[in-house]
């Protein structure tokens, strides 16, 4: 089995920008989708951005043209360059790997954006 790590969360002024990286180490089956989820304090889990082994993305309609999914094959981790940041970006966002109907988590970075 394997894990995901996450990291680049913070605070950042609204306007700004993170970069966000999930790591994947051990035995992660493949080919992969992979993705961010994010909940905010008082909402549901809910799906950010998407991206498949082959490199096909999916946006949540909030962050389309903000946000950009990325993914390093060779080195197991995808990225997330969330830009124009919004206080309503605020929340713990996830990183998940998907494989048929099987996935993993990881266990979350908090970003901040402040007005």
């Known amino acids: 089995q394997g894990s995901l790590v996450e990291s680049g969360g913070g605070l950042v002024q609204a306007g700004g920008s993170l970069r966000l990286s999930c790591a994947a180490s051990?035995?992660?089956?493949?080919?992969?989708?992979m993705g961010w989820y994010r909940q905010a304090p008082g909402k549901q889990r809910e799906l950010v951005a998407d991206?498949?082994?082959?490199?096909?993305?999916n946006y949540a309609d909030s962050v389309k043209g903000r946000f950009t999914i990325s993914r390093d094959n060779f080195r197991n981790t995808v990225y997330l360059q969330m830009n124009s940041l919004k206080p309503e970006d605020t929340a713990t966002y996830y990183c998940?790997?998907?494989?048929?109907?099987?996935?993993?988590w990881g266990q979350g970075t908090l970003v901040t954006v402040s007005s």
């Open positions: 998940t790997s998907g494989w048929r109907n099987l996935a993993i």
């Open positions: 051990g035995s992660i089956l493949r080919p992969n989708t």
């Open positions: 991206i498949t082994e082959g490199g096909s993305t």
